[in-house]
């Protein structure tokens, strides 16, 4: 079993900063990749930032420049820096993990809680 706990999201004020953190715990042999996606009331959830083989980070167009992913390896860790925040960044934001639980075992997907951001102007 894996579990992904989700923490850091709250209320700040336009311009501020917030740190999201994501920790993995469980049976994990590997982890293929991690992200952040958000989702905004009546809208679809959107890919905020993530780490896809060990590849550079890609960022949503909207979030460049302001924030930043980032992992800790050794402790399961993911992320995301986020400054100069607006109103707009306002969701649930959730992280996303691609695990194997072992080595010859296919990636599996898992998701986070989902942590409020709610930035006021």
């Known amino acids: 079993q894996v579990q992904l706990v989700e923490s850091g999201g709250g209320l700040v004020q336009a311009g501020g900063s917030l740190r999201l953190s994501c920790v993995a715990s469980?049976?994990?042999?590997?982890?293929?990749?991690m992200g952040w996606y958000r989702q905004a009331p009546g809208k679809q959830r959107e890919l905020v930032a993530a780490f896809v083989s060990g590849g550079s980070p890609n960022y949503a167009q909207s979030v460049k420049g302001r924030f930043t992913i980032s992992r800790d390896n050794a402790r399961n860790t993911v992320y995301l820096q986020m400054n100069s925040l607006k109103p707009e960044d306002t969701a649930v934001y959730y992280c996303?993990?691609?695990?194997?639980?072992?080595?010859?075992?296919?990636?599996?997907?898992?998701w986070g809680q989902g942590t409020q951001v709610t930035v006021s102007s």
């Open positions: 469980g049976s994990i042999y590997s982890i293929d990749s």
């Open positions: 996303h993990l691609g695990i194997r639980q072992r080595q010859m075992r296919p990636m599996d997907h898992y």
